[in-house]
């Protein structure tokens, strides 16, 4: 207990449990071979129909589940290096949080704007980098954030713009993942850096829980017109 007390404390668990799961499903997806392919399609992929048919824990699997090495490889980086930096800043379950809510929120806007198949965890990285951003706006005076999050800000954009020239790429997931762990992070705020404006922070949770309701409208009435 004693150690795993320690770790608790000191280390970034929740981005090492995230990884570690996410690195297991992958490794079960590659003994099954391309039967797989066929068991993430049928109960895991974000699927419109399927989840206007009630499968709502596609909003959720999509995020434990890649394509290949190489899609697993790039997105198992991000977590790790951005893992570690979110979870020292915003703590344990906040890190949680932003990652699984911010990850829905690309799935989200995924299902409302594009109807292709996807699966990636790259929803719920580019609710990390959303959720730096949130630190660098209401911390701007600190001049180590705003270094940084020039950095995080620049990668975030050249990553964006790779998206839209890039073949099968779910770019409205990442952007709802962007902009669903951007006002994560003022709805949970920082407490291990400061204190966020209790203003902005309901002004954010109303935005966020709005436009989940108004995109989960707009992807039903779209599923409904292609029946």
């Not at 198992?76 to 949680?96: N, S």
Request: hydrophobic fraction near 55%; glycine fraction near 12%.
């Amino acid at each position: 207990m004693t150690r795993i007390r320690r770790w608790w404390q000191m280390e970034p668990a929740i981005t090492q449990i995230i990884l570690g799961i996410t690195v297991a499903v992958f490794l079960i997806e590659w003994l099954m071979g391309d039967g797989a392919t066929l068991v993430f399609n049928a109960i895991g992929a974000k699927n419109n129909q399927a989840i206007a048919a009630g499968q709502w824990w596609r909003f959720i699997t999509p995020m434990f589940l890649h394509m290949g090495l190489t899609h697993i490889a790039l997105n198992g980086v991000v977590i790790y290096f951005m893992g570690m930096q979110i979870e020292a800043m915003y703590g344990h379950w906040r890190m949680l949080a932003l990652y699984m809510l911010g990850g829905i929120s690309g799935n989200i806007m995924s299902f409302a704007l594009s109807t292709n198949q996807s699966v990636g965890a790259s929803t719920a990285c580019f609710a990390l980098f959303g959720a730096f951003l949130t630190i660098g706006e209401s911390f701007w005076e600190n001049p180590v954030i705003r270094q940084l999050t020039n950095q995080f800000l620049l990668l975030t954009i050249l990553n964006l713009v790779f998206d839209m020239f890039s073949n099968g790429i779910d770019i409205w997931g990442h952007v709802g993942g962007l902009a669903g762990g951007f006002l994560l992070g003022y709805v949970l705020g920082v407490p291990r850096i400061g204190k966020i404006a209790p203003l902005k922070r309901i002004v954010a949770g109303v935005v966020l829980v709005v436009g989940w309701l108004a995109l989960l409208k707009m992807g039903f009435t779209n599923v409904n017109l292609t029946v």
